[in-house]
């Protein structure tokens, strides 16, 4: 086995569809570890049958004839309350992370010999406080220490850094199953400066799958009559051979999907053998590719920079692979453009995460790098206005603190209503709120109410609010399941106020 420092921490791509594990080595880069099946990504799938948890490709296969035990793009969820019941087992997106986790931690294991007891989990730049936190506790429930919650796009570029080892002004282009990341990254002198972040949690390849299976669906009607969709196993295959299509297409101009027994009926079986072309699934997902040129053309917006700042694009993610979408990102920059293929878009994330944790590990020199916050975040005030206490575009770790004050003589206690703006969104979503009680009485405005913000280096965000004449506080570190703002209501005399007239 090749030299690795004992006790070591792995790197970890927690992905949409597929996930994967590194091991950082000694005088060169992280090697992705295989799993039993000697495969080096491992499908993000659970199910579970006859009460035995299965992971990976053992779980994707069962997915036909076990799909209401089968659970897939869970990232997509993360940090909300969705739940699964599963053979009696309410399952969390959470633990269905973890049993994910546990896995790779296992596959690593295997190939290590011994215990690993830490990792580098990486996330989407866009994910939400909310979202970080649950990762947080699915590695938590693994039984993973985790050392950094570690923003996908800096890591792939981190490991495209370690490989061409100069400066340049990246775009990396992470675009994966469930989500697009799109970041703006200057590496100079060895450092890693993050210029600006955009992307959607909610966007991927599996939505490219979704307009073949519908396609597919509106064929065999045409054809047959019966819907597909009302025969659970018929919906399960056309997911499958959807993805095996679309994956055709980046290679071959056309393909077919042919399911035979795709369903029955009274008259028998009936069989889908479709033809599919490139340029008919380019044509259906027109309104996807509008939607990625918008948020590129937002995110340069949001970072005050323009096309011609972008030196090269990393592509990032097995969807970056797709015709269509590359031919969208050349036509967005100017010619000159660098396109880099340098490392495999499906395992360039999971390579950085592993340079990170060797350096974590005292493996590897320590790296200069920065993050930013992907959201506005501030708080509510007592007219319901967004106050912003931290810029979307700061780079983290960081603490920012603002005076608030009460509205109304002798008020008691305050609540502090804590909210995320999302720019691209123009959206205002709850983080949660908590209550400052026990202020002594006062005149309204004359109390001098301290709400500090506080992000660690997980992107993690902590509010504290003080009275600062008494020392009465409060604090609280997210974990609430968001909403938008206008759900959350409080009691009049608990309203806060700015005391500054101008916002920041």
């Known amino acids: 086995m090749t030299d690795i420092l004992k006790p070591t921490i792995v790197g970890i791509d927690l992905g949409t569809t597929n996930s994967l594990v590194s091991v950082p080595v000694r005088d060169d880069r992280p090697i992705i570890v295989a799993n039993e099946r000697g495969e080096r990504v491992t499908p993000s799938v659970v199910t579970i049958q006859q009460n035995e948890i299965l992971v990976g490709e053992l779980a994707k296969s069962q997915a036909v004839l076990n799909h209401e035990n089968t659970i897939s793009l869970v990232k997509r969820v993360m940090g909300g309350d969705q739940?699964?019941?599963?053979?009696?087992?309410?399952?969390?997106?959470?633990?269905?992370?973890?049993?994910?986790?546990?896995?790779?931690?296992?596959?690593?294991?295997?190939?290590?010999?011994?215990?690993?007891?830490?990792?580098?989990?990486?996330?989407?730049?866009?994910?939400?406080?909310?979202?970080?936190?649950?990762?947080?506790?699915?590695?938590?429930?693994?039984?993973?220490?985790?050392?950094?919650?570690?923003?996908?796009?800096?890591?792939?570029?981190?490991?495209?850094?370690?490989?061409?080892?100069?400066?340049?002004?990246?775009?990396?282009?992470?675009?994966?199953?469930?989500?697009?990341?799109?970041?703006?990254?200057?590496?100079?002198?060895?450092?890693?400066?993050?210029?600006?972040?955009?992307?959607?949690?909610?966007?991927?390849?599996?939505?490219?799958?979704?307009?073949?299976?519908?396609?597919?669906?509106?064929?065999?009607?045409?054809?047959?009559?019966?819907?597909?969709?009302?025969?659970?196993?018929?919906?399960?295959?056309?997911?499958?051979?959807?993805?095996?299509?679309?994956?055709?297409?980046?290679?071959?101009?056309?393909?077919?999907?042919?399911?035979?027994?795709?369903?029955?009926?009274?008259?028998?079986?009936?069989?889908?053998?479709?033809?599919?072309?490139?340029?008919?699934?380019?044509?259906?997902?027109?309104?996807?590719?509008?939607?990625?040129?918008?948020?590129?053309?937002?995110?340069?917006?949001?970072?005050?920079?323009?096309?011609?700042?972008?030196?090269?694009?990393?592509?990032?993610?097995?969807?970056?692979?797709?015709?269509?979408?590359?031919?969208?990102?050349?036509?967005?920059?100017?010619?000159?453009?660098?396109?880099?293929?340098?490392?495999?878009?499906?395992?360039?994330?999971?390579?950085?995460?592993?340079?990170?944790?060797?350096?974590?590990a005292g493996i590897y020199h320590e790296i200069d790098f920065r993050d930013v916050i992907s959201h506005d975040l501030g708080i509510e005030d007592d007219l319901g206005e967004f106050v912003k206490l931290i810029n979307r575009g700061a780079s983290y770790p960081l603490e920012n603190d603002r005076l608030f004050t009460t509205t109304r003589d002798n008020q008691t206690e305050v609540t502090v209503h804590v909210l995320q703006k999302a720019e691209l969104e123009d959206e205002l979503i709850s983080l949660g709120h908590f209550t400052v009680g026990g202020l002594p009485p006062a005149k309204a405005g004359e109390p001098d109410i301290k709400v500090t913000f506080s992000i660690d280096q997980h992107g993690l965000l902590q509010v504290r609010a003080e009275e600062v004449n008494s020392g009465v506080k409060h604090e609280i570190q997210l974990t609430l399941h968001p909403k938008r703002a206008g759900n959350t209501r409080r009691p009049d005399d608990s309203k806060t106020v700015s005391k500054e007239p101008q916002m920041d």
């Open 83 to 360: 739940t699964w019941n599963c053979q009696g087992r309410e399952l969390t997106p959470e633990s269905v992370s973890s049993e994910i986790l546990k896995y790779l931690k296992g596959v690593a294991e295997s190939y290590l010999g011994y215990e690993v007891t830490g990792a580098v989990i990486t996330v989407p730049a866009y994910f939400n406080d909310l979202q970080r936190e649950a990762t947080m506790r699915a590695g938590e429930l693994a039984g993973l220490k985790v050392y950094k919650l570690f923003n996908e796009p800096t890591a792939a570029a981190l490991a495209y850094g370690l490989q061409r080892n100069n400066d340049d002004h990246l775009l990396v282009f992470d675009f994966g199953g469930g989500t697009l990341d799109i970041t703006f990254l200057e590496v100079k002198d060895g450092a890693f400066l993050v210029q600006g972040v955009g992307g959607d949690t909610r966007l991927g390849g599996v939505d490219f799958d979704r307009l073949i299976v519908e396609n597919a669906r509106d064929y065999f009607k045409k054809i047959h009559g019966p819907d597909l969709f009302a025969d659970p196993l018929a919906y399960q295959q056309l997911l499958s051979h959807a993805e095996k299509a679309k994956v055709d297409l980046s290679a071959v101009k056309e393909t077919r999907i042919m399911i035979p027994y795709v369903t029955v009926t009274k008259k028998g079986p009936l069989h889908l053998n479709m033809p599919l072309s490139r340029e008919t699934l380019e044509s259906l997902a027109a309104p996807i590719l509008d939607n990625i040129h918008r948020i590129l053309q937002e995110s340069l917006e949001s970072a005050n920079l323009d096309p011609n700042w972008v030196g090269s694009v990393v592509l990032v993610g097995g969807s970056s692979r797709i015709p269509c979408v590359r031919r969208l990102l050349a036509e967005t920059f100017p010619t000159g453009v660098t396109f880099r293929y340098d490392l495999n878009p499906e395992e360039i994330v999971a390579i950085g995460a592993g340079v990170l944790a060797g350096v974590m």
